[in-house]
């Protein structure tokens, strides 16, 4: 049995700047999607899961000067790991082992891409060449707070965050660390923008995962953490945990860089790995929180995979239709909507949906009532390169 | 808890590529900026493999290649794979591009390469290795980040085989932007590099391995004494005392600003040690640090220290524990203890 514990989460995304936004745009069926504004891009106006804030707003939310050198994938990392920390009521613990592990892809390369002529040319955007790296935007963030002792970056493109929280799990286990904050951050870049739709993949309007006239992703932006401790710490600091992460597993579809194996081999693997770390048989799942993107080749192959690890699929949905697809720190925030669902007893509904594949023979939730208490959620992020993660997050008590 | 072995090594990078030529016929460099000798891409891979593949990528899937071909480990259990700065050459293609934002004009590929996963995708996908798949990218100690989670599986038999990457590639762009921030920069018998390093690790005693990896340990802080209390607890775990170790390799790379943290601590945390260097050798970059560990287990594995790898003193016997330090801009630390496979 793995005892990770989770005492502690903290999230920034189109849903609201902390938990309760968030959960409360979640039980209203609000979406977060709109069309962009924040992003300077000729795209302006296509769908997208912006966190609804200027960097300079977030500067002012965390109480830093304008002029500091930030980036505003960082910067929603920052907002993300304070609610994480002050939940679990880290913030005073000295003589801790306080690790942070975190996913993203992007990394400064908001800054990068405005600045980049001025790199090449001249002196006066060297700070941000600094900033460029996917290390750079842990450090910031663990500078703010001055507690942690270990730092770690994993980018591994839209599986970061979960890859990063299965790590965390992995030095709480071997006691490489007492707590470890983990997740990731992401914002949305002209980059990966443009990437996406060189890839012709991004959904003119709102994305319908799982639906027969699916027609593409929304990006999204922002960043959640969770906080996880071994049950010796939680007796040390008489904390009672949120929920455990009971289960996690990684694998490779190895088929292509960009597209998933027609039957979901990966995904299989990973889903099959995370029930057997946490000892669990598929009718055991309560809810899965789908990659489920929208795009006509991940929601078929994801589907499949579903279906050949479950059997009978149990209730389903893609939270991306509120958040947008938030890359590298998707893991993370759906982790953190796993966890609200799991507190708060409620299925995350999937929204837009009108018909279904043709292909598969479920459908995805589109009601918030669970027939039964839920008690163990499985959430799949999966990632460029076939890259394939899948963590369970199950109630304390089942333990 | 089991040692760990590397069971092979190959690299491509600003020594002759995919041998130990180095140990006895090292090439110095005056120049500030050295890019990595490629060996014949030709020779190993058909032109279309060739032609599609950015040169990181090259440069990690034959390193990788020829590593599962001397350890004959045909499908590794993880990969596992380290880079600081991802794949730049297709990031500044595809940066070029976003400039005036003609959507239409970009290349899916360029950013489909440029992507820090995609080195350990292509490997999986060429070596269809459906296992455990994850990319460490922490600046200075991307390697020994990936090399810790790579610790923690074998250590408790999760997995048997690691194939561990280190990969950065250094396009002449970006070393100006790494002088203009100080990084990298005209210094005597110091120049920006690339690595492309491939190891095979097991959990399995084998004798013939190259050495031993007896532990690795990542910290964060600018406090010598924390990092001291790291240090012992460390040699303490394995268990190992340092009284045993018989140099301790460094990460110096004769730069003032990298140099000056070695200097102050090295004295506190390694009082009476030799001290090794590989930098002058192999160069700076973010993922440096896995030559260095690559030099001291082919040290190990020949049971000899070249004269030309210390600093100061000359060569001892016969090496039985090298000590690893890392220090990444004053702030991230590694230490890493690698053991001879006799005795």
Known sequence: MNRVFITGAGIISALGVNKTEVLESLRKHRSGIAPLIYLNTLHRGIPAGEVKRSNREMMQMLGMPPEEITTRTSLLGMIAVDEALQQAGLETDAGMRLALVSGTTVGGMDMSEQYYKDFLENDTRNAYIATHDCGACTEMIANRTGMFSMLDTISTACSSAANAIMLGAKLILHQRADAVVAGGCECITRFHLNGFNSFLILDGEACKPFDEHRAGLNLGEGAAYVVLESGESLRRRNREPLCRLSGWGNACDAFHQTASSPRGEGAVLSMTKALASASLSPSEISYVNAHGTGTQNNDLSEGIALERVFGKVPPVSSTKSFTGHTTSAAGGVEAVISLLALQHNFIPVNLNFSSPMKELSFRPSTHDIPAFPLRHILSNSFGFGGNNTSLIFSKAEDS | ?343
């Open chain 2, 1 to 343: 808890m089991n040692d760990v072995y590397i069971l092979a090594a190959q690299h491509i990078s600003s020594q002759t590529p995919l041998c130990e030529d180095w140990m006895d016929a090292p090439r110095l460099y005056d120049d500030a900026y050295v890019r990595a000798i490629d060996p014949d891409y030709k020779r190993y891979f058909a032109p279309n493999t060739a032609r599609r593949l950015g040169r990181i990528l090259k440069r990690a899937l034959l390193t990788s290649q020829q590593v599962m071909q001397t350890s004959a480990v045909n499908l590794p259990d993880a990969v596992i794979t380290a880079t600081g700065g991802g794949c730049m050459e297709n990031t500044e293609v595809f940066l070029n591009a976003l400039t005036p934002e003609q959507g239409e004009l970009l290349s899916p590929t360029c950013f489909m390469q440029s992507t820090h996963n995609t080195i350990g995708s292509l490997i999986a996908i060429e070596t269809q290795c459906k296992g455990y798949n994850s990319t460490y990218s922490h600046k200075g100690i991307s390697f020994e980040c990936a090399l810790l989670d790579a610790f923690l599986q074998l250590e408790n038999g999760e997995a048997d085989t690691v194939l561990l990457g280190a990969h950065d590639e250094l396009t002449s762009n970006y070393f100006r932007l790494l002088c203009r921030t100080g990084y990298l920069g005209l210094s005597p018998g110091s120049f920006g590099g690339e690595t492309a390093l491939a190891l095979m690790l097991s959990g399995t005693p084998c004798p013939q391995a190259l050495c031993r990896v007896r532990g690795v340990e990542i910290c964060f802080g600018m406090d010598p004494q924390a990092i001291r209390r790291t240090l012992e607890d460390f040699l303490q775990r394995i268990p190992c005392d340092s009284g045993e170790i018989d140099a301790v390799m460094l990460g110096v790379n004769n730069r003032e600003a990298n140099d000056r943290v070695y200097a102050d601590w090295c004295p506190v945390l390694f009082p009476g040690q030799r001290f090794l260097r590989y930098k002058h050798l192999f160069g700076e970059s973010y993922t440096a640090p896995a030559l260095g560990c690559y030099a001291a287990a082919v040290c190990l594995h020949r049971q000899r220290i070249p004269a030309h790898l210390c600093s100061g003193d000359a060569p001892m016997g016969e090496p039985r524990h090298i000590l690893l330090y890392n220090c990444f801009e004053h702030k991230n630390h590694s230490f890493i203890l690698l053991s001879s496979c006799g005795k």
